[in-house]
């Protein structure tokens, strides 16, 4: 059982990390959950952000890998992807 609680998407759009989070909204990755969970961290939860958008989109990991990457995320998530 989770020992960690997931904050509002709505009240997270309202403060610092409103930027990201609105930002997950509009490119629906990643999930708007990654803020929600590691919200409680402000400073962490916008580090790591930069650093996913930065090895997501910036070309510097070749497309082949992210997808491995996805597909492997979504089955230890149990996620049928």
């Not at 020992?3 to 403060?15: P, Q, S």
């Not at 962490?44 to 997808?67: C, M, P, R």
Request: charged share 20%; proline share 4%; aromatic share 8%.
């Amino acid at each position: 059982m989770s020992n960690i609680t997931m904050l509002a998407v709505e009240d997270l759009k309202k403060g610092k990390l409103g930027p990201f989070v609105n930002k997950c909204l509009k490119y629906r990755a990643p999930d708007p959950a990654f803020h929600a969970i590691q919200g409680h961290n402000q400073e962490l939860s916008k580090a790591l952000y930069i650093a996913w958008g930065t090895v997501f989109n910036s070309g510097k990991v070749d497309h082949q890998l992210k997808e491995v990457i996805r597909v492997q995320l979504s089955r230890m998530a149990n996620c049928n992807y």
